[in-house]
């Protein structure tokens, strides 16, 4: 079957490497940089936002920021997806590092201790949107300093909420998981399919 292309509102390698898994073609719309540098797309945390409140508005705000790149551009009219994912520890949301040594002390945050991974997944055709959440249970063994230190080393925890990355060599720090495996890597393939069928996408 011929797949349509689709926009895919995000920077994120691991989101392109799981839509190519699903065969599903994509155009990427690319940001400058995190949603920060984006006048539209606010990545802050609001004072007494929740992490699920967090995470389903900034991935509206990147499908909503997508949807005026298209126009801007004057691009034909076509599906867009995007996501955020973000960790929450007892409470308190944790985003990507912003250097080395803030990855370092993420790391010992969730060392031996279970976290939540969300990831919220919008779809829209410029005036529909549909949203999925996914919610996953991560438990990390007990980490040395050195193993952190090492592992931040490698360069493998840049850009990743929770300064690690299930599918690299943090995999060796997890007991246990509850949940996706592809919602933990940022693209939940069950909540993504299910919205593009909402949309009459072929899969």
Avoid at 178 to 198: D, H, K, N, V
């Amino acid at each position: 079957m011929n797949h349509p292309p689709i926009y895919l509102a995000s920077n994120s390698p691991r989101r392109r490497e799981l839509l190519k898994q699903i065969h599903v073609p994509f155009e990427p719309l690319l940001f400058r940089g995190p949603g920060r540098d984006d006048h539209d797309i606010n990545e802050d945390v609001r004072p007494g936002e929740d992490a699920i409140a967090y995470v389903r508005r900034v991935a509206r705000a990147k499908a909503e920021g997508g949807i005026n790149r298209v126009r801007w551009r004057a691009l034909p009219p076509r599906l867009l997806l995007a996501a955020d994912t973000t960790l929450e520890l007892e409470g308190e949301i944790i985003g990507k590092p912003s250097h080395g040594e803030h990855a370092i002390s993420i790391l010992r945050e969730l060392s031996g201790r279970t976290h939540q991974v969300l990831t919220a997944v919008v779809v829209t055709d410029g005036e529909r949107f549909g949203e999925r959440l996914s919610t996953s249970q991560v438990r990390f063994r007990r980490l040395s300093e050195d193993e952190i230190r090492q592992y931040v080393a490698t360069g493998e925890a840049a850009d990743k909420a929770g300064a690690y990355g299930i599918q690299g060599r943090a995999a060796l720090f997890i007991e246990e998981i509850r949940g996706s495996y592809t919602g933990i890597m940022g693209l939940p393939l069950f909540e993504t399919a299910a919205l593009l069928q909402e949309f009459g996408y072929p899969l």
